[in-house]
T-cell receptor, first 110, second 116 residues
Framework: GQNIDQPTEMTATEGAIVQINCTYQTSGFNGLFWYQQHAGEAPTFLSYNVLDGLEEKGRFSSFLSRSKGYSYLLLKELQMKDSASYLCAVKVANNNDMRFGAGTRLTVKP | NAGVTQTPKFQVLKTGQSMTLQCAQDMNHEYMSWYRQDPGMGLRLIHYSVGAGITDQGEVPNGYNVSRSTTEDFPLRLLSAAPSQTSVYFC???????????????FGEGSWLTVV
């Protein structure tokens, strides 16, 4: 089977830093994605890692360790608008076989 | 700049009724897929297509049919709706190019379906 695990909920304070972890056990690996999803909206692409290491994009960074089956999404200088669900997804095969975690609902408080 | 367009946005069905969720993309993407999203379960792949005339099953295909007669369109049919199919449905597309941008999935806005 395919397992992608991430915490269900997290809370953080405006201006702080938060790290959302994702562990995966899948039959194949062709890249790991992070998506942001606000309530009632479609997911939007945040980052893509296929090699080990850190990818930085502004306030958002994503890290991957393939040997450990582990990734994290780091959000810096949190803003109220960052309150959303964050979805970890693994591309299992080089076709359309994407598997998603259940998502982590982040609440940013003043 | 339409991207991925799916309709309807909201639908209420009675058990046993059939319906089709429409999906169209204008980015000339080869890959299209349908997901359902349920609380606590994340997005689950229903069916996908790697090109016109080619479809395949995902994680949860039972109760759904798809076809891909053109590159642009990928409709999802519920043959005989059941309450277990109450969910939010997302259509998605991406390019088959194996690149950073090619791996980006573009989602439609979602269809909220309730089966009573």
């Amino acid at each position: 089977g395919q397992n992608i695990d991430q915490p269900t909920e997290m809370t953080a304070t405006e201006g702080a830093i938060v790290q959302i972890n994702c562990t995966y056990q899948t039959s194949g690996f062709n890249g790991l994605f992070w998506y942001q999803q606000h309530a009632g909206e479609a997911p939007t692409f945040l980052s893509y890692n296929v090699l080990d290491g850190l990818e930085e994009k502004g306030r958002f960074s994503s890290f991957l360790s393939r040997s450990k089956g582990y990734s994290y999404l780091l959000l810096k200088e949190l803003q109220m608008k960052d309150s959303a669900s964050y979805l970890c997804a693994v591309k299992v095969a080089n076709n359309n076989d994407m598997r998603f975690g259940a998502g982590t609902r982040l609440t940013v408080k003043p | 700049n339409a991207g991925v367009t799916q309709t309807p946005k909201f639908q209420v069905l009675k058990t046993g009724q059939s319906m089709t969720l429409q999906c169209a993309q204008d980015m000339n993407h080869e890959y299209m897929s349908w997901y359902r999203q349920d609380p606590g379960m994340g997005l689950r792949l229903i069916h996908y297509s790697v090109g016109a005339g080619i479809t395949d099953q995902g994680e949860v295909p039972n109760g759904y049919n798809v076809s891909r007669s053109t590159t642009e369109d990928f409709p999802l049919r519920l043959l005989s709706a059941a309450p277990s199919q109450t969910s939010v449905y997302f259509c998605a597309s991406r390019s088959k190019r194996d690149s950073y941008s090619g791996n980006t999935i573009y989602f439609g806005e979602g269809s909220w379906l309730t089966v009573v």
